[in-house]
């Protein structure tokens, strides 16, 4: 038995392996019994991937289901349901940039990064590490790590950062609300001073934990030595600060929380030898159920009947990493 399943009461591979979706379960045989055998381009013709596929806009985008045109543009709601959709193809279909789906939503995303570098518009005019970041993460999972925008991208996240090596969201550092005259304000400059959030720098920590040469960075390592310090905890800022905000769950990640920390730490480098991480995954391991599933509280659950198992395979993924 392997040595990442021993650290659980139950073995979760039988839960895991009687799922009936195709996708899961070819993650499951190659991150899990390391089976090489099938091609991932085989999940791309799947019926749910094609119905996906075909509501890509002749742009590249994906239209955003509502939202209000006072807060902010069409083009910036697209922008953020592209982020979405993009996190589950390349998340949940091994998507990447050999699918021209993926080529036209990357230039749609792209077109949005300024001269600074950073990826704008979620936030109307304001600066967004989280979602700059979180948009980098998944280009650079479907093979745009060598991308000079990648590299743009990063120089811009390290020249931001706040003075304790983590990040925050910008107009949070000087009191501004997220409200619409901000969103249509000039541009807030950051108050490096003021402490990082960790919802902040767990979303950047994945572009960082995704690319090859940055996971190995200076960079990398002070703010996942900082975000370590925080788990459990309260953040320094009121998005999602309740400390509760940590053990609610969703996949593809979106906030931060235990299993997105979790997830990128083991690809820094980190180690059990940390005791918050230990701690963490002592707490993972307490909230099996017999069957080797997990009792968490999910989000997003009503749109995705398999999240539970998703979130199972993302635990014993980064238990496999702890674990080696």
């Known amino acids: 038995m392997d040595g990442w ?18 996708a899961l379960l070819f993650f499951v045989r190659r991150d899990l019994l390391s089976e090489k055998d099938t091609p991932v381009q085989d999940l791309w013709n799947l019926p749910v991937v094609t119905k996906i596929i075909s ?9 955003y289901p509502g939202g209000r045109a006072h807060v902010r543009s069409e083009q910036n709601y697209y922008q953020l349901e592209t982020y979405r959709i993009l996190g589950e193809l390349v998340e949940k279909y091994g998507f990447t940039r050999e699918h021209s789906a993926i080529k036209r939503a990357a230039d749609f995303l792209f077109s949005f990064q300024t001269e600074e570098g950073d990826i704008r ?35 811009w996240l390290i ?15 000087v009191n ?6 901000t969103m249509n304000g000039d541009t807030i400059k950051p108050d490096l001073s003021k402490p990082s ?3 902040a720098t767990g979303i950047v920590l994945r572009a960082f934990a995704a690319h090859e040469k940055y996971r190995k960075s ?5 703010a996942g030595k900082l975000l370590i310090s925080r788990m459990f905890k309260s953040d320094k800022y009121t998005d999602r600060g309740d400390p509760s905000y940590w053990t609610k769950f969703t996949f593809p990640f979106w906030f931060t929380d235990l299993l997105s920390s979790l997830d990128s730490l083991s690809s820094l480098g980190f180690t059990i030898d940390e005791p918050q991480i230990d701690k963490a995954i002592e707490w993972l391991i307490t909230r099996q159920k ?14 995705d009947k398999d999240l539970n198992l998703w979130i199972g395979l993302i635990i014993c993924r980064l238990l496999k990493r702890f674990y080696k």
């Open 159 to 173: 020249s931001i950062r706040q003075n304790d090596r983590g990040w925050a969201i910008p107009l949070r550092t």
């Open 5 to 22: 399943i021993k650290q659980l009461r139950y073995n979760p591979l039988s839960s895991l392996m009687r799922s009936e979706n195709k």
């Open 176 to 181: 501004a609300k997220l409200d619409i005259e």
């Open 197 to 199: 959030s960790h919802l």
């Open 218 to 222: 200076n960079e990398a390592k002070a």
């Open 55 to 63: 509501k890509q806009l002749d742009d590249g985008a994906w239209k």
């Open 290 to 303: 017999e069957n080797g599933l997990w009792e968490l509280k999910l989000l997003k659950a009503k749109s």
């Open 121 to 155: 518009g979620i936030y109307g005019n304001q600066y967004t590490p989280n979602y700059t970041a979180g948009i980098m993460e998944l280009l650079i999972k479907a093979g745009y790590d060598n991308d000079p925008r990648i590299e743009k991208g990063f120089k």
